[in-house]
């Protein structure tokens, strides 16, 4: 493959530099051409769709009966939906405005120089709204072709070029922004990696094999770049995305991790998905890996996550990993030269990640990754054990404060923003203090209410108080599942009793069970199960607490006595006075006053 030895702009970069020559790709910022890059450029939706894969602009007298119609051919053929201008589109002295919105609604915009390239206004006008388009979109990619002609000839403006556009000053003398323009399209899209072919160069075996790369390399990225579904309503979404993008450090060339923890729901992968659509198109590979957790317990897992990430980022289809140590190596050496984003959802061990990309120490310089877990002591691990060359950050996702939970729950209760009296809003209230800012609880609590009756809503307030929602649970409940035996028991001995009490007396309290505390309640504090506020008490989110006494609950959920924990006080006393062993009275005495504290303290 012979990809132009060019500078390559975040904001217009293409998937032209394969594996075969990413040696020779390198990368400069170029000040005068900041307009390209994406800073101030509005962000599209992550649900977007668009009429045209891609939009070929190209002098017609040059190539369209040659280069171009056989390029168009062969992307039809391979299913990507292409626009050509020679269907239907009558040719005036300006572009017309069905051709704006044809190359408004592409992803892929391909541009043909030819050798003529230049003589042609309407060329040239295609090429500034082009670019233009590019500047106000990020989610557009510009890929050129320099078909039988030298790159630097549109750089520097000579030959061909150079005489195309002295003719049009001397044309247009009353217009010479216009020329201008073109003269500032041309050198923006020189400096911009792409594909070039030269009749007898022995880089391709044929004209045929040169569309074929391309129309390789415009599939992967068509698949590559297509955006991952967020969510229906992305409330207090994006600031929290502009968060974890600032931590990235993008203009930094060096490998970057950025750490994302925080309760369980709290919507690190909904986030996640947000900063990969915005970002992920300009890396030369990117990957989403998601529920890596469930996959990288297995070897089968491991490998099934490999050959995924071979795929999205080189493309093929074909890859034979064998075994997870092959993988590695395939991973090593076929990624080391490529600028890559990676996103490894629900991570639970840091040894998995060694399990699936080894050490770590072969990402090229510029290369992002983005870890969702559940435990933050996972990234003191990856610092000691995996990245330790690299820089890794922290980020604690947040819950939604007030506003935005009442946003998210009236968007998924009231679809429409369909009017609601006052008792509805008063019990949207209620229900928000109920779910504290969780967004998975907003989210499926008020889909749950949506369209019923108010004595409903009152009801279901009453019965989620009383009985989590199963979906709830078993999220919620991931957690403390992958706790120790004594830390499961920390846990619910702090659900359950303790919430509220001083870090320092429940310790003691642990340590005479011979629970560990010293441990254990670290542990729980890195999961995010618990928090300890500045005056030293334990505390917990009032759904991590209902997930814990409902974990003692379904223990027995219809025989009190066979409960591991009684957490409120007429429970107890009913076991004790029933139990009739009246001689133990001190103990029952005592066991019934902590019941009681817990509820009252």
């Known amino acids: 493959m012979n990809t132009i030895l060019a500078y390559t702009l975040p904001a217009l970069s293409f998937f032209a530099n394969t594996r075969a020559n990413m040696e020779r790709r390198t990368i400069v910022q170029i000040p005068s051409m900041a307009s390209l890059n994406n800073e101030g450029a509005s962000p599209s939706s992550s649900t977007r769709r668009w009429e045209y894969a891609v939009f070929l602009s190209f002098r017609g007298e040059d190539t369209r009966e040659g280069f171009t119609s056989h390029l168009y051919k062969a992307l039809c053929n391979k299913g990507i939906n292409t626009f050509i201008d020679d269907i239907d589109l009558p040719r005036g002295e300006e572009i017309s405005e069905k051709l704006i919105q044809a190359i408004k609604n592409s992803s892929i915009l391909v541009i043909v120089f030819s050798e003529n390239y230049a003589e042609s206004k309407w060329c040239l006008d295609e090429l500034v709204e082009i670019i233009e388009c590019r500047e106000k979109d990020q989610e557009v990619q510009i890929h050129p072709i320099f078909y039988n002609i030298d790159p630097s000839e549109i750089r520097n403006q000579n030959g061909n070029f150079g005489i195309a556009l002295a003719n049009h000053e001397k044309k247009f003398k009353n217009n010479k922004d216009k020329v201008q323009r073109w003269r500032d399209a041309l050198r923006k899209i020189a400096y911009v990696s792409g594909r070039h072919y030269k009749k007898g160069s022995a880089a391709y075996k044929s004209e045929s094999h040169f569309i074929q790369n391309i129309v390789e390399e415009i599939s992967i990225a068509k698949l590559n770049w297509t955006p991952l579904y967020v969510a229906e309503y992305p409330v207090g979404i994006n600031s929290r995305a502009k968060a974890i993008e600032s931590h990235l450090d993008i203009g930094l060339d060096e490998f970057c991790v950025v750490g994302m923890y925080g309760l369980p729901g709290v919507g690190k992968t909904t986030i996640a998905k947000v900063v990969y659509n915005k970002i992920a198109k300009h890396f030369d590979g990117s990957s989403f890996l998601e529920n890596v957790r469930e996959n990288l317990g297995t070897n089968a897992g491991i490998i099934k996550l490999q050959k995924q990430l071979l795929n999205d980022i080189l493309g093929d289809g074909k890859w034979k990993v064998g075994n997870k140590f092959k993988g590695i190596s395939l991973i090593e050496k076929r990624l080391c030269c490529k600028k890559v984003f990676l996103v490894l959802d629900d991570v639970d061990d840091s040894t998995r990640i060694e399990n699936l990309l080894g050490k770590c120490n072969w990402f090229a310089p510029g290369s992002r990754a983005i870890i969702t877990l559940r435990d933050r002591s996972l990234l003191a691990a990856l610092k000691e054990k995996v ?33 609601h009296d006052e008792d509805y809003s008063k019990l949207v209230n209620k229900f928000i203090d109920f779910t504290n800012g969780l967004p998975l609880a907003l989210e499926i609590i008020a889909r749950d209410l949506c369209g019923r009756a108010k004595d409903e809503w009152e009801s279901a307030l009453d019965m989620y108080k009383k009985t989590p929602n199963k979906g709830i649970q078993n999220i919620l409940q991931v957690s403390y599942d992958g706790l120790q035996d004594t830390e499961k ?87 004790l006075t029933k139990s009739g062993i009246k001689k133990h009275s001190r103990h029952n005495v005592a066991f019934a006053s902590i019941c009681r504290g817990a509820t009252t303290h």
């Open 489 to 575: 028991d920390i846990f619910l001995d702090i659900a359950c009793f303790f919430k509220g009490w001083g870090k320092d007396y429940v310790v003691k309290i642990l340590n005479a069970c011979e629970l560990y505390p010293g441990s254990g309640i670290p542990r729980l504090v890195n999961k995010c199960l618990i928090t300890i506020d500045r005056y030293g008490r334990l505390s917990m989110h009032d759904l991590i607490q209902q997930m814990g006494r409902e974990v003692v609950r379904q223990q027995a959920p219809d025989i009190l006595g066979k409960r591991s924990r009684l957490c409120c006080y007429k429970d107890s006393l009913e076991v």
């Open 387 to 419: 990245c330790t060359t690299y820089k890794v950050q922290e980020f604690e996702v947040e819950q939604l404060n007030k506003h935005e939970a009442l946003q998210l729950f009236k968007e998924h209760a009231f679809p429409g923003n369909k009017p």
